[in-house]
């Protein structure tokens, strides 16, 4: 599968997590197996302001943005997501993340969160009820950078909104390249079932690449949505929190992550965390994560309990040293 001129592997896609697929855990996912992964969604008029702000020399990009669209050295392509409702604006942000370096622009038409669908009038999923205005954002977009163009939708706006075919059509024919569709509408949020007939719809009615998303956590996950779509790949979600080995399973590299594995794993994360942000912001934004990966032996619910008390990098070391790493690897099969 290609993407422009970018080769993309057999494994699955990261699907985009806002505060969680950042720098550190990208690399972790693609060094695991992922063949793609996406920035979370950076707003288009968060990108216009502080590219203004710029111009006028009173400061550079404003720092949380630049460590949004930031790639980690090396990683290749970079694919960075941006949201808004205004096609101008959206066509401008794009310039500037493609000349911020970002190798793909993926555009977000499937966020269901309040602030950004603002009464569903707004943006993300939003603008599937206004399927005119979504492909013209597309087309300018397009229009507006060299890079190649993907999108992200979902199945509709509501059960009874369920217009992805016609998005989808719409967007091929804006000149998008690529297409990741959550199998669920904007009520579901993010869990429930997903809808693999409609899905299948989909990747019938486009010539483009559909990649298959929502509710995948193991390889008969995968391989269902693949055999019943048709998809071209599938992106993992919530299945990858504490668990970057999905993406080797899902190449068919089957691989147990033990607790001494997920540990040394934590250790590393936030090591490459703090390279990334700091150590402040690191040990508190590392807390979740740890969470995640600690599981799987007697006690590990009072130790998430206490991740609170990790405030800097050798507090947190601290607390997965108390992990019975021995002990857990014989009891793994009951997590507590
Ligand atoms: C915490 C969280 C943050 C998310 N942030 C984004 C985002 O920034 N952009 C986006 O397109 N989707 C976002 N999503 C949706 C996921 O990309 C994905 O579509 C959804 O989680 C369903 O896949 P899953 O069942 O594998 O988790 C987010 C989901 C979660 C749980």
């Given at each position: 599968m290609k993407i422009g001129s970018f080769d993309i592997g057999p494994g699955a896609f990261l699907a985009p997590m806002a505060g969680i697929t950042n720098p550190p855990f990208r690399r972790l996912c693609l060094e695991m197996g992922a063949s793609l992964t996406v920035t979370e969604l950076i707003s288009c008029h968060a990108l216009l302001f502080l590219s203004a702000k710029e111009k006028n020399r009173t400061r550079k990009l404003g720092q949380k943005t630049v460590s949004l669209i930031e790639r980690y050295p090396?990683?290749?392509p970079l694919a960075v997501q941006i949201f808004g409702r205004d096609p101008e604006a959206m066509a401008e942000a794009a310039r500037i993340a493609a000349g911020e370096g970002a190798d793909i622009i993926d555009l977000n038409f499937g966020c269901p969160a309040r602030k950004v669908i603002k009464n569903g009038e707004g943006s993300g999923v939003a603008l599937m009820r206004d399927p005119p205005l979504l492909e013209e954002i597309a087309q300018r977009v397009v229009r507006a950078v060299d890079v190649p163009v993907t999108a992200k939708t979902r199945l509709g706006y509501g059960p009874t909104e369920k217009n992805a075919v016609e998005v989808a059509r719409r967007i091929e024919g804006a000149g998008v390249q690529a297409l990741c569709v959550h199998?669920?509408?904007?009520?579901?949020?993010?869990s429930g079932p997903t809808d693999l007939a409609l899905l299948r719809e989909v990747v019938d009615a486009v010539g483009i690449p559909v990649i298959g998303n929502g509710g995948i956590r193991c390889k008969a996950d995968a391989d269902q949505m693949l055999a019943q779509t048709g998809c071209a790949r599938v992106a993992v979600g919530q299945?990858?929190?504490?668990?970057?080995w999905i993406f080797s399973e899902l190449v068919g590299e089957a691989f147990a992550a033990g607790l001494e594995d997920r540990i040394a794993t934590c250790r590393r994360h936030l090591e490459l965390y703090v390279r990334w942000i700091g150590e402040a912001r690191a040990v508190i934004e590392m807390r979740k994560h740890a969470s995640w990966y600690l599981k799987g032996f007697a006690g590990a619910a009072a130790l998430r309990g206490r991740l609170?008390?990790?405030?800097?990098v050798a507090s947190f070391h601290g607390l997965l040293d108390e992990v019975p790493v021995s002990e857990a690897s014989a009891k793994e099969a009951s997590p507590s």
């Amino acid at each position: 599968m290609k993407i422009g001129s970018f080769d993309i592997g057999p494994g699955a896609f990261l699907a985009p997590m806002a505060g969680i697929t950042n720098p550190p855990f990208r690399r972790l996912c693609l060094e695991m197996g992922a063949s793609l992964t996406v920035t979370e969604l950076i707003s288009c008029h968060a990108l216009l302001f502080l590219s203004a702000k710029e111009k006028n020399r009173t400061r550079k990009l404003g720092q949380k943005t630049v460590s949004l669209i930031e790639r980690y050295p090396g990683e290749s392509p970079l694919a960075v997501q941006i949201f808004g409702r205004d096609p101008e604006a959206m066509a401008e942000a794009a310039r500037i993340a493609a000349g911020e370096g970002a190798d793909i622009i993926d555009l977000n038409f499937g966020c269901p969160a309040r602030k950004v669908i603002k009464n569903g009038e707004g943006s993300g999923v939003a603008l599937m009820r206004d399927p005119p205005l979504l492909e013209e954002i597309a087309q300018r977009v397009v229009r507006a950078v060299d890079v190649p163009v993907t999108a992200k939708t979902r199945l509709g706006y509501g059960p009874t909104e369920k217009n992805a075919v016609e998005v989808a059509r719409r967007i091929e024919g804006a000149g998008v390249q690529a297409l990741c569709v959550h199998a669920r509408t904007r009520d579901q949020g993010h869990s429930g079932p997903t809808d693999l007939a409609l899905l299948r719809e989909v990747v019938d009615a486009v010539g483009i690449p559909v990649i298959g998303n929502g509710g995948i956590r193991c390889k008969a996950d995968a391989d269902q949505m693949l055999a019943q779509t048709g998809c071209a790949r599938v992106a993992v979600g919530q299945g990858s929190k504490g668990n970057p080995w999905i993406f080797s399973e899902l190449v068919g590299e089957a691989f147990a992550a033990g607790l001494e594995d997920r540990i040394a794993t934590c250790r590393r994360h936030l090591e490459l965390y703090v390279r990334w942000i700091g150590e402040a912001r690191a040990v508190i934004e590392m807390r979740k994560h740890a969470s995640w990966y600690l599981k799987g032996f007697a006690g590990a619910a009072a130790l998430r309990g206490r991740l609170g008390l990790a405030v800097d990098v050798a507090s947190f070391h601290g607390l997965l040293d108390e992990v019975p790493v021995s002990e857990a690897s014989a009891k793994e099969a009951s997590p507590s």
